[in-house]
């Protein structure tokens, strides 16, 4: 028999969610929208420097835990660690990784593209692995994986791009699984996000964007806090019938690749 929506859904957020990779970026955004709405977050970074000054910045409702996302051993120790120090788990946001920089495949050694890929698909499917379980079990949950344009359109990342198609592909299966148990499973793929993430500290954190901005309709970057928004959405009830989507928050980019045919993406 399928499962029956609730009578009434509670038009609350999300009341207790885990961020890997929560210390900057993307996943500080969500971590402080949630704690901004009144939940609660534990940021697991493998930087507990940085784990614990973002913490502390969110106030009361933020914890922390140092572990590394892609070892299923200390991510499992963090799980329990934080199991005493916040309301059970209902929330889940995957997103460590780190940055690549393109070039031929005759220059990617095999040891920095297994590390790029690991560090994007194997550090997702180790977190899912670690607290999802725990969430079906008890029949209430939503999990956001982070996917990219670049995971939906080939671009020139030996190792992220097929990562981020990776982990389109599992969060579908996932929610698959998932779905009669009550846990949701969705990703974003975001465009070009103004992060660290997209200013290598090995280009002295300068780069040419202007390729970027000409090939996005918005003509701009994206922020943080703009991901995080939608990140928040499918956390929350709002988005109880949403599951195994893969939503992209691109600024049009996506839908502008076909203009290359006629000139590029309009710029006035």
Known sequence: MPATMPATMPATGPKSVVITGGASGIGAAVAAKVTATGGHVAIIDINADAAAAKAKELGANATWAVANAADEVTLDRAHRELAGRMPPIDGLVPCAGSPEVPRPIEDMPVETWERI???????????????????????????????????????????????????????????????????????????????????????????????????????????????????????????????GSIVTCDGGFIAGTGWSLFGGVPQT
Not at 120 to 142: D, E, I, N, S
Not at 184 to 192: K, L, M, Q, T, Y
Not at 215 to 234: K, M
Request: proline share 8%; net charge positive.
């Open 117 to 243: 890929f690991d560090s994007h698909m194997k550090t997702t499917y180790v977190t899912c692995k670690v607290f999802g379980p725990a969430m079906a079990q008890r029949g209430h949950g939503a999990i956001v994986n982070i996917s990219s344009v670049v995971g939906l359109r080939q671009g020139a990342h030996l190792a992220y791009g097929p990562a981020k198609m990776a982990i389109a592909n599992l969060t579908q299966m996932l929610a698959v699984q998932w779905a009669r148990k009550g846990l949701r499973v969705n990703a974003v793929a975001p465009g070009v996000v103004d992060t660290p993430f997209i200013r290598p500290p090995e280009r002295g954190g300068t780069r040419d964007l202007s390729p970027i901005l000409a090939s996005t309709p918005i003509g701009r970057l994206l922020q943080p806090e703009e991901i995080a928004e939608v990140i928040y959405f499918l956390l929350s009830p709002a988005a109880s019938a949403m599951t």
